[in-house]
């Protein structure tokens, strides 16, 4: 048998069990350093989308809280102003018609002023309050008026000027039609007897018996 015949060629060499084992070893390595690379450009990928997906639901939330920002505390602040109409509605709005016109009668009297005639209407009724118009012709001097006309702005019973016109002046006396407005309760208002006031235009019907004063 010849030296050539019994050297392992180069072929066979390579087949050996020892090289297949560190071939396909090598092969390994090669696949796991390949799937960690890949792992950590996906881990990269994923760290990445999550933070934007964080940022996108932080600014989600900070854009809530200043959306409902004006609601909270309100169910407190309902409460509080609910208290604050009842405590109005206690203080300012007369009881009943004769609440009326005895402070506007004390007014007159308190300020100088002669109250020719007040008419009373009732405007159409409403859920909580009823209107109360009154019609009235008042005459004095100048600051005698201004007074009657600053003390019902400033009176405890909720009064409102509507409309003021001269109708007439002789010397220092000052004839004023006067148009105020307050408010009673629906049930009060309909109790009182008071007729109606018109849909439109600045005369109010001739007043009931108990719906005109000052004559």
Known sequence: MSASETTPTLRERLASPLNLHFAGFALLL????IFAVRLGFDWTAMDSHANDVLAGKQIQLKALEIQTAPLRGLDERVQKTRQQIDA????RIPADYSEISSRIGQL???SGVR???VEYAQEKPGVELTEISMDAGISGDYPAIMRFINSLE????????????LTGQQGGLVNLRLRVSTWLSPA???ASGLPMAPSSGDELPAPSSAGKEGE
């Open 88 to 91: 109005f509605y206690k203080k």
């Open 30 to 33: 090669v696949l796991a350093v």
């Open 115 to 117: 109250l020719s005639r």
């Open 108 to 110: 007159a009297v308190t």
């Open 188 to 190: 009060n208002a309909e």
């Open 154 to 165: 400033r009176d405890q019973v909720f009064f409102i000027i509507r409309a003021m016109s």
